[in-house]
């Protein structure tokens, strides 16, 4: 599988509000199929974009490696893995491996 396919792997979703302080509320996200991959914040938003973020540094991080993240089920074939990088701000390093694992791009 390439990076691309990858990157457009589902992955389970877990999500619970912590009560840090009384009345203080956190949302803790975690992809428990992938070691490590969590984030935590008060607004459920920002704690997915940390956490996706986190998951595509964590699968590039293990490509260049040379090892194979967990593969739990099949790539969704809708899924953009560039689109959602250069949202997240990645697009630098990842843009240039998933150019790379894509072919050239084609200009007019």
């Known amino acids: ?4 396919e990858l990157l457009s792997i589902p992955y389970l979703l877990e999500a619970e509000a912590v009560e840090t302080e009384p009345g203080k509320w956190r949302v803790r996200l975690a992809y428990p199929e992938l070691p490590g991959c969590t984030a935590e914040a008060a607004v459920v938003e920002d704690a997915l974009r940390e956490l996706e973020r986190r998951r595509i540094e964590l699968i590039v991080g293990l490509v260049e490696q040379g090892k194979q993240p967990p593969i739990p089920r099949q ?3 809708a899924s953009d893995p560039l689109w959602t990088a250069q949202d997240l701000g990645l697009s630098d390093r990842v843009a240039a491996l998933l150019g790379g694992a894509a072919g050239p791009a084609t200009r007019n």
Not at 1 to 4: G, I, Y
Request: charged share 30%; aromatic share 0%.
């Open 1 to 4: 599988m390439d990076l691309r």
């Open 75 to 77: 790539p969704l074939t």
